[in-house]
């Protein structure tokens, strides 16, 4: 499966902002389903957002929708996660995921499986 490594992840004040971005070994531009996930101390693993192959959609968990914004840049191989007013209760390890390639699914759920995951990075808000 393809690696992936997450960067930009640290600490911020609530209602800060945060840009994590990720970049996988795999060209991305040819996996139908990329996202983040996130998963706080006591608590399972959620989809954070997840964006189709090209940008064409795109799915927020309901707690972020019109805060974070996923993006996905061909050209340099990378998939954003812009956050901003960031909330205490956005303090988890984030995890930057993504299909194999040539899966193809007709939607990128926020509750499925990916095939690849990365090693998580920490984001932490202060109140």
């Known amino acids: 499966q393809g690696r992936l490594v997450e960067s930009g992840g640290g600490s911020v004040q609530a209602g800060g902002s945060l840009r994590l971005s990720c970049s996988p070994s795999?060209?991305?531009?040819?996996?139908?389903?990329v996202g983040w996930f996130r998963q706080s101390p006591g608590k399972e693993r959620e989809g954070v957002a997840t964006?189709?192959?090209?940008?064409?959609?795109?799915r927020y968990a309901a707690d972020v929708k019109g805060r974070f914004t996923i993006t996905q840049d061909n050209d340099n191989n990378t998939l954003v996660l812009e956050m901003n007013n960031v909330q205490v209760a956005d303090t988890a390890m984030y995890y930057c995921?993504?299909?194999?390639?040539?899966?193809?699914?007709?939607?990128?759920?926020?509750?499925?499986?990916?095939?690849?995951w990365g090693q998580g990075i920490q984001v932490t808000v202060s109140s």
């Open positions: 795999t060209y991305i531009g040819g996996i139908f389903c």
């Open positions: 964006i189709s192959h090209g940008g064409t959609g795109t």
């Open positions: 995921v993504m299909d194999r390639p040539g899966r193809f699914r007709e939607t990128c759920p926020l509750d499925g499986h990916y095939d690849s």
